[in-house]
């Protein structure tokens, strides 16, 4: 594929981004399944219902632009995921366990804030701006869901995981 303009790479990186939102949904349930915590069961279960809606978000935006929303591998995703499994993979306690899980998917959440962020950004500057309060929404839901994560971490998790120590 040849990058002409902001507008392929944008319509690439929608699919690169379309491609990670997938990979949570089929990853997430094996993640909660691991979990102890009822806190952060409830919150990656909410956030794998987000997740769905940002996949179907994302089918808008490919749609608005005449594009068919096709997932083009997002590697960078893949690898995040691929090194969160590792860390379960690990002996650990369930508090110790639900700190690594925050953890990964906290570097997943980062990395939707910055695909989201950027996106959003282009679609601005296309003049795109259906799109752009789209993706501004989910980037939104992105950062709050991080934020929940850093809070049950903060209160619960982490707490838990020193005194196993």
């Known amino acids: 594929m040849k990058l002409e303009s902001l507008h392929d790479l944008y319509v690439l990186e ?4 379309y491609s990670a939102e997938q990979q949570i949904v089929k990853t997430l ?3 909660i399944d691991k979990t102890s915590s009822p806190e ?12 769905r809606v940002h996949a179907a978000r994302l089918e808008q935006v490919f749609e608005m632009h005449g ?3 096709r997932p083009v591998k997002c590697r960078g995703m ?3 995921l691929d090194e969160g499994g590792e860390l379960f993979g690990y002996e650990a306690s369930s508090a110790v366990r639900d ?3 925050i953890s990964a998917c906290q570097r997943v959440e980062h990395y939707e804030i910055a695909a989201y962020g950027t996106l959003r950004t282009y679609a601005r500057q296309l003049g795109h701006d259906r799109a752009a309060a789209i993706l501004q929404e989910t980037l939104e839901e992105e950062a709050a869901a991080d934020a929940k994560l850093t809070s049950i971490a903060n ?3 982490n707490i838990e995981a ?3 120590a």
Not at 14 to 17: A, Q
Not at 44 to 50: K, N, V, Y
């Open 78 to 80: 893949q690898g995040l």
């Open 14 to 17: 929608l699919k690169d981004l």
């Open 67 to 69: 594009e068919t929303p």
């Open 162 to 164: 020193v005194r196993t």
């Open 99 to 101: 700190a690594a899980i």
């Open 29 to 31: 349930p094996k993640i």
């Open 40 to 51: 952060l069961r409830r919150a990656l279960e909410a956030h794998l219902d987000q997740s």
């Open 155 to 157: 209160r619960r998790v």
